[in-house]
């Protein structure tokens, strides 16, 4: 079975510009998680989905935004890029709510 | 403060070592916790969950202790494959808590 899919790998932006960073779930799994983490430091929480609503949100400002779609994929949007959003963006994907999370490889993000 | 803190090492041992590590946790809230390990530029890799009665995984041990609000993990054996970075996890209502991860790197 495959597992967590994300796309682009990597990405390349400047300061102002916006960027959709999408996830694709481990079949049969209904949540969707995302995470950043920078450099030297643990994945930090932003958003968890689960059955196309909003779940969980983590202290990250209102640029930050995602939805789930009806076969559970997902967005992470991000607007108005500032330098400190570098960072690589994990998603995770669940069976449910409280359930073991699975991680995709992660999009790393630069901006310049 | 945050709320899950690891030692971050590095922890540089030889192969057959035993290696432990802790981790606490500032919200007595937190329902569950695990362990990932994290490969240099890769993603985290579930390691264990970590049970108030302690657990074992092969040559992976994962202990819990409530009252003190701590996680360890104990590694026998140390292999080389075991160099990675260990990251704590204490979970509240879909809250996922990371610490900032220890690092272990065992050498020959």
């Known amino acids: 079975d495959a597992g967590v899919t994300q796309s682009p790998t990597h990405l390349i932006k400047t300061r102002g510009q916006q960027v959709t960073l999408r996830c694709s779930p481990i079949?049969?799994?209904?949540?969707v998680s995302w995470y950043q983490q920078v450099l030297g430091q643990g994945p930090q929480f932003i958003f968890q989905?689960?059955?196309?609503?909003?779940?969980g949100r983590g202290n990250f400002p209102d640029r930050f935004s995602a939805r789930q779609f009806p076969n559970y994929s997902s967005e992470l949007n991000v607007n108005a890029l500032l330098l400190g959003d570098s960072a690589l963006y994990l998603c995770?994907?669940?069976?449910?709510?409280?359930?073991?999370?699975?991680f995709g490889p992660g999009t790393r993000l630069l901006v310049l | 403060r945050k709320e899950v803190e690891q030692d971050p090492g590095p922890f540089n041992v030889p192969e057959g070592a035993t290696v432990a590590f802790n981790c606490t946790y500032s919200n007595s809230a937190s329902q569950s916790f695990f362990w990932y390990r994290q490969d240099c530029r890769k993603e985290p890799k579930l390691l264990m969950s970590v049970y108030s009665s302690g657990n074992e995984d092969g040559r992976f041990t994962a202990q819990l202790n409530r009252a003190s609000q701590y996680i360890s993990l104990l590694i026998r054996d140390s292999k080389l494959s075991d160099s990675a970075t260990y990251l704590c996890v204490a979970n509240n209502n879909n809250d996922m808590r990371f610490g900032a991860g220890t690092r272990l790197t065992v050498k020959p």
């Open positions: 079949s049969g799994h209904k949540s």
């Open positions: 995770a994907s669940s069976l449910g709510l409280q359930e073991t999370q699975y």
């Open positions: 989905y689960y059955e196309k609503e909003e779940r």
